[in-house]
């Protein structure tokens, strides 16, 4: 399992992380909110390695080009493009939550690196959904 060391050197230190909803609901959009320091340059090619688990059984692990992602909120958020430059920087991304997660409590390890596979930063969430009863 992916796990996250807050002694691994990242060249982003974030500042601040906020979750809306907090606890995140089903059917509805959790909006993920980051702001912190990037110390060198990301470019074309940095990616993040995603993985989510729910107890003991991996539900997903997946590769995502993170300047992919970046390019899709470039509108909104035009100083987060590749490259992204060194600096103080703010991130917001939208999950949508389907009705149809089962109870369960989930682990989510988000781990993003350059193209050089130095590590941007590593992020460790739990999320528990109850029964619906």
Do not use: W
């Amino acid at each position: 399992m992916l796990k996250c060391d807050k002694n691994d050197p990242q060249i982003l230190s974030i500042s601040s992380l906020i979750i809306a909803p907090n606890p995140p609901k089903r059917g509805s959009t959790m909006i993920l909110e980051a702001e912190g320091d990037i110390i060198s340059e990301i470019s074309e090619g940095a990616y993040v390695d995603v993985e989510v688990r729910l107890g003991y059984i991996k539900l997903l692990t997946q590769r995502l080009d993170l300047c992919a992602i970046l390019a899709d909120h470039a509108r909104d958020q035009p100083d987060m493009q590749c490259p992204v430059q060194p600096g103080h920087h703010t991130f917001a991304q939208k999950v949508d939550i389907p009705n149809e997660v089962p109870a369960g409590r989930y682990v989510v390890v988000a781990r993003a690196f350059t193209k050089d596979d130095e590590l941007i930063t590593c992020l460790t969430g739990t999320i528990v959904f109850k029964p619906l009863f």
